[in-house]
């Protein structure tokens, strides 16, 4: 009978011990799941101007940790960047885009890269194509024009 209650005795430590320590793992895994802030960032990209330009920069930024969502609107010349503040910061962004051969808000684009962008992506002091700001009209007059 003594060995039949040091086993349960062990039994029910083990439980309890079993139930603390799910408990505490429980416990510290909720502080990790917090939800992180994230911030979204409008950057000035004024010589991203095609479909191109788009997608080297999106491209290119979805490799970094913490980036969340990235939208160039090459119309516009703008980028909007959903990222983790506690992974990446805006700086770390600018410096990406710029190391992409691109100009991002007061960050000059990296001169090695740049140089190797397509003639659409450069700057037309620089031989790239200008850009043509037409109406819908006078685009449509264009087309008819052929």
């Not at 992974?87 to 710029?98: D, W, Y």
Request: some cysteine.
């Amino acid at each position: 009978m003594e060995g039949s209650s040091v086993i349960f005795l062990l039994k029910n430590f083990t439980m309890k011990t079993w139930t603390i320590l799910l408990a505490a793992c429980f416990y510290s895994l909720s502080g990790m799941a917090q939800v992180k802030p994230v911030l979204t960032a409008k950057i000035s990209t004024p010589n991203a101007r095609c479909e191109e330009c788009k997608s080297k920069i999106e491209g290119y930024l979805k490799r970094y940790d913490g980036i969340v969502s990235i939208n160039v609107n090459f119309h516009k010349g703008e980028t909007t960047v959903k990222y983790v503040t506690d992974r990446i910061n805006i700086e770390e962004i600018k410096t990406a885009i710029a190391n992409e051969g691109f100009d991002a808000d007061d960050v000059p684009a990296n001169p090695e890269f740049y140089k190797r962008l397509p003639k659409c992506c450069k700057k037309p002091e620089d031989g790239g194509v200008p850009v043509k700001k037409n109406s819908g009209t006078e685009q449509q007059k264009e087309n008819l024009s052929y």
